[in-house]
């Protein structure tokens, strides 16, 4: 069965604070490993997709690397607008199309 | 604006009410999921629909039932409502064509489900 895991669970940054937030996965032949935002009380949004080991995808202040067990979604300088909770993703080739979501990193970025 | 449209947005019900939620993908998408998102647990997939077929089935309990119509909506009936079911119902669609992974779910608001 497809799984993920995210660390931390939740994590506070001060403006201006780079850090990295973690998304640990198991999967039978990785399609895709995405990464989405969500807002409170809103819909994930969409940030990255990556497909194969070291990989990189780049927006703004975000980063999103990928190797054969786990991605990294870099957050350099951060401003509070950033914080919002993260989603890590995986599609496995031997589930249909279903998307598995990790439970996700709450972020908060102080001013 | 994801393009996804769900309503309604609140619904405040009580235990063993049956409701449907509606769904509105994206022009064009021809796939549709329904995911569930409680407080103590994050976005559990129910199942998904493709052109009007069931493609994949996640947890879905057997209260729940889902379709896709011609026109591509989608509803998601939720039947003997338990205090348990209160949660944010998400509806997702995607470009997903057979061979081909765009790799991106376009997110609806969500209609959040109370029920006392």
């Known amino acids: 069965e497809d799984q993920v895991t995210q660390s931390p669970e939740a994590l506070r940054l001060q403006e201006g604070e780079s850090s990295s937030l973690n998304c640990s996965y198991t999967?039978?032949?990785?399609?895709?490993l995405f990464w989405y935002r969500q807002d409170p009380g809103k819909g994930p949004e969409f940030l990255f997709t990556?497909?194969?080991a070291g990989e990189e995808k780049e927006k703004e202040r975000l980063k999103a690397t990928l190797t054969k067990k786990e991605s990294f979604l870099h957050i350099t300088a951060p401003k509070p607008e950033d914080s919002a909770t993260y989603l890590c993703?995986?599609?496995?080739?031997?589930?249909?199309?279903?998307?598995?979501f990790g439970p996700g990193t709450r972020l908060s970025v102080l001013p | 604006d994801s393009g996804v449209t769900q309503t309604p947005k609140h619904l405040i019900t009580a235990t063993g009410q049956r409701v449907t939620l509606r769904c509105s993908p994206r022009?064009?998408?021809?796939?549709v999921y329904w995911y569930q998102q409680s407080l103590d647990q994050g976005l559990q997939f129910l199942i998904q629909?493709?052109?009007?077929?069931?493609?994949a089935k996640g947890n879905i309990l057997e209260r729940f039932s889902a379709q896709q119509f011609p026109d591509l909506h989608s509803e998601l009936n939720l039947s003997s409502l338990e205090l348990g079911d209160s949660a944010l119902y998400f509806c997702?669609?995607?470009?997903?064509?057979?061979?081909?992974?765009?790799?991106?779910?376009?997110f609806g608001e969500g209609s959040r489900l109370t029920v006392l």
């Open positions: 997702a669609s995607s470009a997903f064509d057979r061979g081909r992974n765009t790799g991106e779910l376009f």
């Open positions: 999967v039978s032949g990785l399609r895709g």
């Open positions: 990556l497909y194969s």
């Open positions: 993703a995986v599609q496995g080739k031997n589930y249909g199309q279903n998307f598995v």
């Open positions: 022009s064009g998408d021809l796939s």
């Open positions: 629909y493709y052109n009007g077929e069931e493609r």
